[in-house]
C-alpha cells in the first residue's frame, strides 16, 4: 500500500519464526508493527488481522500499490 501524502510504499508480510507465524508491517527496513500467532488456528487469525490492518489503513487514506 501507498501512504497518502508522501506515498511511502507499506508492505505486510507474514514470516514463519522459531516462536511461530509473526505478522509484519514495514516501511522499506522500518518494522512499524508486528503480532506473533501460534495454535492450530493461527492461519485464520492472521488472516482476520491483517484484513482489519489493511481495511485501517484504507480508512485513513492508504492506497492499493500496483506493481
Known amino acids: 500500500m501507498a501512504a497518502p501524502s508522501s506515498h511511502r510504499v507499506l508492505t505486510c508480510a507474514a514470516y514463519e519464526v522459531e516462536t511461530g507465524l509473526e505478522l509484519r508491517v514495514s516501511f522499506g527496513d522500518d518494522v512499524m508493527r508486528t503480532e506473533l500467532f ?3 488456528d493461527r492461519d485464520e487469525r ?3 488481522v491483517a484484513d482489519a ?3 485501517a489503513l484504507r480508512e485513513k487514506g492508504f492506497t492499493e500499490q500496483v506493481s
Do not use: N
Open 46 to 48: 492472521l488472516a482476520e
Open 38 to 40: 501460534r495454535g492450530v
Open 53 to 55: 490492518w489493511h481495511l
